[in-house]
């Protein structure tokens, strides 16, 4: 399954989060979300999430499930994945942390944000909150790093 996750995984390799909007330019012109690989991906997700093997654990309006820890083939990331329609836990970024979200229904954002990539700074904090319908979230955190509280 890891090898779904790879053009993202590859997209945000090296990326600099600071600056959330160049960090945003820089994942787009690397992995645009309205291109063709991007549709694939996408169905692919969307399988994943109706067989199960993603999202799998919590109950609306926040599901979650883990991917793949921090390790040798996921390019400097954890990798956990959340199927959302509201708020989630507030939570730490010491790293920063780089989103890539699928619209499901509706006209969702994230952080006020519509589907794409959507970017965290390191030491950023927040309730992510989906608004407007229900999304499907990737998470790569740098470095596997987030604290919850």
């Excluded at 600071?18 to 063709?36: C, M, N, Q, V, W």
């Excluded at 952080?111 to 998470?139: K, N």
């Amino acid at each position: 399954m890891l090898s779904t996750f790879l053009p993202l995984l590859r997209a945000a390799e090296g990326v600099d989060l600071s600056s959330p909007s160049a960090a945003i330019a820089e994942l787009t012109r690397r992995f645009d979300p309205k291109g063709k690989p991007a549709r694939e991906l996408n169905a692919a997700l969307g399988q994943l999430l109706a067989t199960g093997k993603i999202a799998e654990r919590g109950e609306a309006p926040v599901k979650f499930g883990r991917v793949a820890k921090l390790g040798p083939d996921t390019h400097g990331f954890s990798i956990d994945v959340v199927h959302m329609s509201g708020p989630g836990l507030v939570h730490r970024h010491p790293n920063g942390e780089v989103n890539y979200c699928v619209a499901l229904e509706g006209a969702p954002t994230f952080e006020g944000q519509p589907p794409g990539w959507v970017v965290l700074p390191p030491e950023s904090t927040h309730v992510p909150t989906v608004a407007g319908g229900r999304m499907l979230i990737v998470y790569l955190l740098p470095g596997g790093l987030i604290e919850f509280g």
